[in-house]
């Protein structure tokens, strides 16, 4: 699903290069070809080259939201513009009821340019609708229609040409009745459930088996178990709680770079990735994308599609994480980010209520507050670890707590969010655990 993936292995603080898109890298690269060594970065210059920016405000470009600022609309939907657009709002093509013509006035039902066909059916070259997705993608979650004029990493079978089910983020043809709860159509990974071959180690409609489905605020987690057991022995329905994240099997650290070209909150993303690879019991894989050349991603809007077999661990607020700018449109994440008068903070996505808020004048570099939250999306079932400081100075103290107290500690995590303040008090510019302390939590 990925196209540009590393595995990390015990990485420190060091200082890390980028890698390309679309390439594999040696994890000790990096660590190879200079590095400030094992000291915790600070907010400054060690961090991000510059002095320290809001590690938030809005997303990929677009203004910030404003306090009390409403959620954006859900990616998808039809294409396209209406039927009508010249001059006042007169039509195209007066003789045509939808507005839309070719140059010499024969009326067509949609245009390259204006696919205005509905929802499962794309513009052909003969200006008609017939089944499909649209070519520009908006038709389709990830936003990518493949030369099949199927959706690529669907999560629904609208996304796919009649007679195909979505089928573990593929379009395919269901698999028989006779092969319920077995894997003859699926191969060996899959079970065929209800017609889609379905991987019960993830699916939280499925978890351990068709059929069992987890609630609305539970995800399908690992467990440990012996060699050869079944799903049903290695896989439960766990509540979407901090706890449960060492509980997924793979890491995907998402990278911020094509629009953050400071090393700013990939320093403290890869620390987190490393420590989640050295103290989480399961080991889980763990690796990095850019944000701008994966499938796991909408790259337009964020939106995930990744499903429930991998943690997106996102670092860094929505204004460089586009991941996180849709979380916090759609109210998926627990807290989002605003900017007031005069001040930063978080909101409460369940009653807009303000968590907490830090005045925009000051020394971010000695004082900051930051969040640590996990989620799921519902629609694909993706799964997301946050960490984010109202500056960068709180995303580094959110880094060093997430390995030095909340995964030793982790078990007692069991909400789905906390707040916290840093304050530094032995003027080193860089968190220690005494300095650090929670002010809020909630699921």
């Not at 070719?102 to 200006?127: F, N």
């Not at 068709?210 to 605020?217: D, E, K, P, Q, V």
């Not at 320093?267 to 701008?292: K, N």
């Amino acid at each position: 699903m990925l196209c540009s993936v590393r595995t990390i292995g015990a990485l420190g603080w060091c200082g890390i290069g980028l890698i390309a898109a679309c390439t594999v890298k040696d994890p000790n690269e990096d660590a190879n070809n200079g590095g400030s060594g094992g000291a915790a970065p600070t907010a400054g210059k060690g961090s991000g080259g510059k002095a320290p920016k809001p590690s938030t405000g809005g997303r990929s470009g677009s203004a910030s939201m404003p306090e009390g600022g409403t959620p954006g609309a859900p990616e998808g939907g039809s294409s396209g513009e209406g039927g009508s657009g010249g001059e006042g709002g007169a039509p195209e093509c007066p003789g045509c009821d939808n507005g839309l013509c070719l140059p010499d006035g024969t009326c067509v039902d949609c245009l390259a340019t204006k696919d205005v066909c509905p929802p499962g059916q794309h513009c052909t070259e003969a200006h008609a609708c017939e089944p499909g997705c649209k070519a520009n993608g908006t038709s389709c979650a990830s936003g990518i229609c493949g030369e099949d004029l199927n959706c690529q990493s669907c999560i629904g079978d609208e996304e796919c040409l009649p007679g195909l089910v979505c089928s573990n983020g593929e379009c395919t043809e269901p698999c028989t009745g006779d092969a319920q709860g077995e894997s003859a159509d699926c191969g060996d990974e899959l079970l065929c459930c209800s017609t889609h071959c379905t991987d019960t180690f993830t699916d939280s409609q499925n978890c351990g088996g068709c059929g069992l489905a987890c609630g609305a605020t539970q995800f399908c987690g690992l467990q440990a178990c012996a060699s050869g057991a079944s799903a049903d022995d290695c896989t439960s329905c766990l509540d979407t709680t901090l706890s449960g994240v060492c509980n997924i099997g793979k890491v995907i650290i998402i990278l911020d770079s094509d629009i953050n070209l400071e090393e700013g909150n990939r320093t403290p993303a890869r620390a987190i990735g490393a420590a989640l690879e050295a103290q989480c019991g399961l080991t889980p894989t763990v690796m990095e994308a850019e944000q701008a050349s994966l499938e796991a991603l909408n790259l337009k809007s964020g939106r995930p599609v990744s499903g429930g077999g991998e943690l997106l661990l996102v670092v860094g607020g929505p204004f460089y994480q586009n991941l996180e700018g849709y979380l916090e449109e759609q109210r998926i994440a627990p807290l989002y980010h605003f900017i007031g008068d005069g001040v930063t903070g978080y909101r409460r996505s369940s009653d807009d209520e303000v968590v907490l808020t830090l005045p925009n004048d000051g020394d971010h570099d000695s004082h900051d507050f930051f969040i640590i939250q996990f989620m799921r999306d519902s629609a694909s079932g993706s799964l997301a670890l946050n960490a984010q400081g109202l500056w960068l100075s709180g995303t580094v103290a959110a880094a060093h707590l997430m390995e030095h107290g909340v995964l030793p500690d982790l078990t007692a995590k069991t909400n789905a969010w906390y707040a916290y303040e840093w304050t530094d008090l032995n003027d080193d510019k860089a968190p220690d655990l005494a300095e650090i302390v929670e002010v809020a939590s909630g699921n």
